[in-house]
């Protein structure tokens, strides 16, 4: 009884008894209910069918929802691996930095130390110029006080040559004089 069709219900035939049913109000209600049997029987298939799309809709939500979980983790996993990732490359690149300037340090304090030590040595090469300056200056001018020296012995000399020279002039003017006065002395007969 189970599964019992519309038309079953309207073809049914019950026994008649004496004291029995009505025959048309038994028709007219089996047609009724074989009528409404058909449409809950429709209902019910339409409302199977659409059981099985939602089902299947639910099938495929699952497996979407499914799918959208283990995209999740392995985008959380892959999140995971990015910021690992990023935090070596972070470390390799401040590790990097660190050596580079720490390089730097040691090739500018290398710089450093070769230009105190180019300039010691200009001071040091200045420091000698500047002696074998003073050692030319101070050999000229001992050159000059030797010239001035001899400049002024040689003046001595001249001066007292010139003096003596003079003297002689002098004297040979003298001589000279007076020969010219005993000349013109002679001549008129006086002598001195």
Do not use: C, W
Not at 72 to 79: E, F, G, R, Y
Not at 171 to 178: A, K
Request: glycine share 2%; net charge negative; no cysteine.
């Amino acid at each position: 009884m189970n599964n019992i069709s519309s038309k079953e219900i309207k073809k049914n035939d019950f026994k008649k008894t004496f004291r029995g049913y009505d025959p048309y109000e038994v028709d007219a209600f089996l047609e009724a209910l074989s009528l409404r049997f058909e449409r809950l029987l429709e209902e019910n298939t339409g409302l199977s069918s659409r059981i099985n799309t939602l089902t299947s809709d639910i099938d495929v939500y699952k497996e979407n929802e499914a799918t959208l979980q283990r995209a999740i983790v392995k985008m959380q996993d892959l999140a995971e691996e990015m910021i690992q990732s990023a935090k070596k490359k972070a470390e390799l690149i401040i590790r990097e930095a660190e050596v580079n300037a720490q390089k730097l340090a040691q090739d500018t304090e290398k710089e450093i130390i070769t230009r105190k030590n180019e300039l010691e040595e200009l001071k040091l090469r200045n420091d000698k110029l500047v002696e074998d300056v003073k050692l030319f200056f101070m050999e000229k001018l001992n050159e000059m006080d030797e010239f001035v020296k001899a400049r002024n012995v040689y003046k001595m000399e001249l001066s007292r040559h010139k003096h003596e020279f003079e003297e002689e002039d002098q004297v040979q003017d003298e001589e000279q004089s007076l020969r010219k006065i005993s000349i013109n002395t002679s001549g008129t007969g006086f002598s001195e």
